[in-house]
């Protein structure tokens, strides 16, 4: 679990740009992420970090530099290209159908059927609420009601269904746009916690967050972007909310 | 601001225990039509009794009236309730069961000319199921392509279908030369009408749909958050034209069956049940937001329209009340469902 500078990277980005007319919201950025290890990125408001993570899950293409996976150059023409490659992001808006279990939710799309009767097709939810049930305990998320819609659940508790999700289809690597910031602080903690799990389980993390408290409680890195640029990349051990805040600010 | 957890280490699901209010009311949201249906029944009886010494709901006739009389409503608020819980509503379906229903009669005539009475028969419903289906499809490529909403593209098709279906059927009604036709829409099986038959067989199947396949989760999903359902694959242009498709077809078969009942096609065989469909939807606990709703609560919904319009009737109320305690019913129906939504609602704000 200690990685970081020996592993190959899972994923890295090089000299990534992307321009949204005269508006250069990315500009030859460079970084990369090892198995096990959860890299913060920190940067002020419009400094580009949605950007970057949406040209690295295919909601858009980049206009310049390359995207790696495991060493080979990859492009990804829809969120589905790269979801399927194993790169989950989940938004801060938390992409769950409320009315639906977490076994449903876990499943959505890609849902198991079972035959009734020898004949029949139906929805297979005894397998959905098993699998939801494994997933969510090796996420230390013990569920007793798994019938129930996730509305029911607080804002950390879906946060994890969607982590769920993105675990049971094996991701290796999860991106979270600012899934702490909705959050009241027993809950955010929850999330903290979670990330700590995925760490653990191998997967990389990108974690993005205007918290600089959670950045250093749960990653191993911080980048800073500074108006779609690099501004400086420190380890956690190595650094305080003063460079860091110093970083993001310029000067 | 309402959080019920304490301090804990893990993430466990809380905030639906420990709070009956929540459930009990959640439960009353969930069976309110059946609640209604009940109540409803037991105040003909006592009113049926004390004005007239007979029974109301003991009396089979008036139950098989109550069901012949639900029918038709209740095959359009099947489809109804798929378009209600995806989000969407379908202003349509009243016209394209009177499409379908004149299209019924000319196609059976026109077959009877050529072939057996049973087959011509099953031909001219054959025909009025797929031709209903041609505004579904349009409605569903209005709604899933060119982004029109729902109630505005399926509004343009009431006007359509209207149109069409009064110039199809020469601006009068058809009659059907076809005795089978007229024996499935009048005759009984062991006492239960035909009509009633076809109705439990196509509510079981509508069911099934909804709750046990792909494309009934997928439609919840889509009703509750369109934005996660694309995200997590679902083709949801696909859905959309398919379930514009399916509710225009079971309109289609409920003017099947209306010409069935009166030997006739006509183009306004489905006015008066439009919103009649979509009370019973509403009734039946979906909700107009999308995202919830069952077939078996629109059937206690169309039950409940159909008891109300029948037992006035009956207790010889002037038929205008109808209406007025339909829309009671209703209004009351959607006050439930909100004040279920904010108390539930309530929890998640935090
Ligand atoms: N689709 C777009 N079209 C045009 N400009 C865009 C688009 N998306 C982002 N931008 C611009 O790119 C820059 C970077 O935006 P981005 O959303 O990546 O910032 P951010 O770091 O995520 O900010 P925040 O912390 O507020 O979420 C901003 O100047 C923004 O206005
Ligand atoms: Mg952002």
């Known amino acids: 679990m200690n990685s970081s500078e020996q592993t190959a990277p899972l994923l890295e980005v090089r000299r990534l740009s992307k321009h949204f007319g005269a508006v250069q919201a990315l500009n030859d950025f460079s970084m990369a992420v090892r198995p096990g290890e959860v890299v913060a990125l920190a940067g002020d408001n419009g400094a580009g970090k949605t950007t970057l993570i949406k040209a690295i899950s295919g909601v858009f293409q980049p206009t310049g530099g390359e995207i790696l996976l495991r060493g080979q150059p990859v492009t990804f023409a829809t969120p589905q290209e790269a979801r399927e490659k194993g790169i989950e992001t989940i938004y801060q808006d938390l992409a769950l159908a409320d009315n639906l279990s977490i076994g ?145 600010v310029g000067g | 601001m309402t959080s019920t957890s304490p301090t804990e280490t893990h993430v466990a699901p809380q905030a639906d225990h420990g709070d009956p209010a929540r459930s009990w009311l959640a439960r009353v949201a969930e069976g309110r039509a059946w609640l209604f249906l009940a109540g409803l029944i037991i105040c003909f009886e006592v009113w049926s009794r004390l004005s007239f010494g007979a029974t109301f709901v003991l009396n089979p006739f008036n139950v098989q009236s109550i069901a012949i009389f639900a029918v038709a409503p209740l095959l359009l608020a099947t489809g109804q309730t798929f378009v209600i819980i995806s989000g969407g509503i379908d202003l349509s379906l009243g016209f394209i069961m009177g499409l379908a229903a004149v299209v019924a009669a000319h196609a059976t005539n026109m077959a009877g000319v050529a072939m057996p009475v049973p087959l011509a028969m099953m031909l001219g419903i054959l025909a009025a199921v797929i031709v209903a289906g041609v505004p579904g499809v349009i409605n569903g490529l209005l709604i899933s392509r060119l982004r029109i909403p729902p109630f505005i593209g399926t509004l343009g098709m009431f006007g359509v279908a209207r149109g069409a279906a009064f110039l199809l059927a020469g601006g009068t009604t058809v009659p059907v030369q076809n005795s089978w036709f007229a024996l499935l829409g009048n005759g009984r099986f062991y006492g239960v009408p035909y009509l009633v038959i076809i109705a439990a067989v196509f509510v079981v199947v509508m069911h099934y749909i909804l709750s046990q396949t792909r494309f009934g989760q997928h439609n919840y999903a889509i009703g509750a958050n369109v934005q996660a359902a694309r995200r997590a694959g679902i083709d949801i242009r696909g859905h959309i034209l398919r379930l514009y498709v399916l509710s225009a077809m079971c309109a289609g078969l409920g003017g099947a069956l209306y010409a069935a009942r009166f030997t006739a096609g006509a183009a306004q065989a489905g006015e008066p049940l439009l919103l009649d469909s979509v009370a019973a939807v509403v009734i039946g606990g979906a909700s107009l937001f999308g995202g919830s709703g069952t077939i078996f609560g629109t059937v206690a919904g169309a039950l409940v329209i159909a008891v109300i319009q029948y037992g006035l009737v009956f207790v010889n109320v002037e038929p205008f009340w109808q209406f007025i305690a339909v829309g009671l019913v209703i209004i009351i129906s959607v006050l439930i469902d909100q004040a279920q939504r904010r108390f539930s609602g309530a929890r998640q704000d935090e």
């Open chain 1, 104 to 248: 449903a939710n876990i499943f959505l799309g890609r849902e198991p059927m079972r035959k009734a009767f020898g004949f029949l097709p139906v929805l297979d939810r005894k397998a959905m609420a098993v699998a939801a049930k494994q997933t969510m305990g090796r996420l230390d998320f013990h569920v007793s009601r798994l019938d129930a819609p996730v509305s029911n659940f607080s804002g950390g508790q879906r946060q994890a269904v969607a982590i769920g999700r993105a675990v049971y289809w094996d991701a290796q690597i999860l991106i979270m746009d600012e899934p702490t910031a909705a959050l009241g602080v027993p809950e955010q903690r929850k999330v903290i916690s979670l990330i700590h799990q995925l760490k653990a389980q191998g997967r990389g993390v990108i974690f993005i967050s205007h918290n600089l408290q959670d950045i250093f409680a749960v990653s191993d890195r911080i980048v800073v972007l500074r108006r779609g640029i690099q501004a400086g990349e420190r380890k956690i051990s190595e650094t305080n909310h003063d460079e860091v805040v110093k970083l993001m």
